[in-house]
């Protein structure tokens, strides 16, 4: 059963999250039906200017960056291993060229304090308003096995999103975790 967690009550694995299990980013207007939808694989999770926040990245080449540049929120979601496939598709194809949400199988659902929409099928999902993005700048990578990941110069832009709300099943909740 899904139900509201707290935000400071939210317990995850950060790293398995985004590697291995992935998220769904979407931005637009849940009402108005005008919104995309991306798998994504990195970011982060934390406290920014003693706010909750997730952090994620999205490439101006992808659909998604038009939506995450006009509308000022988004969601994430988690969904269980059974929807991987679905996940390989909405992150392999463009809603620029087709509706792949609907081809995917999954079911837009509104998510509590933001217009964006989440999915019904999702395990967690959270509800973030933009506060602060940012362009990644190459001279700036302290690593140079990072440019690695930029064969073609298409640099994300980076978007810092104040958690506004969280749905997710239990185990998602630190208060339904026993000691």
């Known amino acids: 059963m899904i139900v509201s967690i707290p935000v400071d009550r939210l317990l ?62 988004f969601t994430l979601c988690a969904f269980p291993e059974a929807f991987r496939e679905a996940l390989q598709l909405l992150g392999s194809v463009s809603g620029r060229d087709e509706d792949k949400i609907a081809r ?28 602060y993005r940012y362009d990644l700048e190459p001279e700036q990578f302290l690593d140079s096995d990072i440019e690695s990941n930029y064969p073609g110069g ?10 506004l709300s969280v749905q997710g099943v239990s185990c998602f909740d630190a208060d339904s975790v026993s000691s």
């Open 12 to 73: 995850v694995r950060p790293h398995f999250l985004w590697n291995h299990q992935w998220l769904l980013l979407t931005s637009g207007d849940f009402r108005s039906g005008h919104f995309n939808t991306m798998t994504v694989a990195w970011g982060s999770l934390g406290t920014m200017w003693h706010r909750p926040f997730v952090q994620v990245v999205v490439r101006p080449s992808r659909h998604t960056y038009t939506f995450m540049e006009k509308y000022d929120t």
């Open 104 to 131: 995917s199988g999954l079911h837009a659902a509104a998510c509590p304090g933001v217009e964006a929409p989440g999915f019904e099928e999702a395990e967690l999902m959270i509800g973030a308003r933009k506060i």
């Open 154 to 163: 298409d640099y994300h832009r980076v978007y810092f999103g104040e958690i």
